[in-house]
């Protein structure tokens, strides 16, 4: 099975900030790599698929970068409606394992 | 856009079995594949299983091997999850999801969630 390590578990953020959570995995996945936002009591929303593919609707703050083993979702100015947990998942081979999750709150 | 429906809560005593429904709302549903993912309480998102689309092939995560079955009705466009054996870990969120391709994609949409609860 392929590992996935996701940094940090938690943050605290203002609003405006700039957010980073990274994501690695234990082989190469080349880009089959996704990020998704989950608020509580909510299914997963798709953010980011193929590693930096931001999907329709999504807002251009959001981006994802890597390939290989190491990735990176990144939100340039954090917003009321970013906290929120978040979750990366490797697409590359099942069982399609899911990162730990960082959880981003309101410092 | 599909959108799906699951089946409502359930509580279950130990070593029964439960089984959720998810059930789209339109045929087009059919094209994709579908996989199962839950989520206990206050932790991360787990893979369980896939299906294909006319539900000749599944593939299992290795914990849960034997105690899962994923089915599916293509005249209904509705996906099914049984799982045996329960046990108080069991207690989660159970989310479908939807994907274009078995592999090297995402899952683009999901059911609302099913909570099961498993206690005696």
């Known amino acids: 099975d392929i590992q996935m390590t996701q940094s940090p578990s938690s943050l605290s953020a203002s609003i405006g900030d700039r957010v980073t959570i990274t994501c690695r995995t234990s082989q190469s996945i080349s880009v089959y790599l996704n990020w998704y936002q989950q608020k509580p009591g909510k299914a997963p929303k798709l953010l980011i698929y193929?590693?930096?593919t931001l999907q329709s609707g999504v807002p251009s703050r959001f981006s994802g970068s890597g390939s290989g083993t190491d990735f990176t979702l990144t939100i340039s100015s954090l917003q009321p409606e970013d906290f929120a947990s978040y979750y990366c998942?490797?697409?590359?081979?099942?069982?399609?394992?899911f990162g730990q999750g960082t959880k981003v709150e309101l410092q | 856009q599909v959108q799906v429906v699951q089946s409502g809560a359930e509580v279950k005593k130990p070593g029964a079995s439960v089984k959720i429904s998810c059930k789209a709302s339109?045929?087009?549903?059919?094209?994709?594949?579908m996989h199962w993912v839950r989520q206990a309480p206050g932790q991360g998102l787990e893979w369980m299983g896939i299906i294909n689309p006319t539900g000749s092939s599944t593939t299992y995560a290795q914990r849960f091997q034997g105690r899962v079955t994923v089915t599916r009705d293509t005249s209904t466009a509705t996906v099914y999850m049984e799982l045996t054996s329960l046990n108080s870990e069991d207690t989660a969120v159970y989310y479908c999801?939807?994907?274009?391709?078995?592999?090297?994609?995402?899952?683009?949409?999901w059911g609302q969630g099913t909570l099961v609860t498993v206690s005696s």
């Open positions: 193929t590693a930096s």
């Open positions: 998942q490797q697409s590359h081979s099942t069982p399609q394992t």
């Open positions: 999801a939807g994907s274009a391709s078995y592999s090297g994609t995402y899952y683009g949409y």
């Open positions: 339109e045929y087009s549903f059919n094209n994709y594949y």
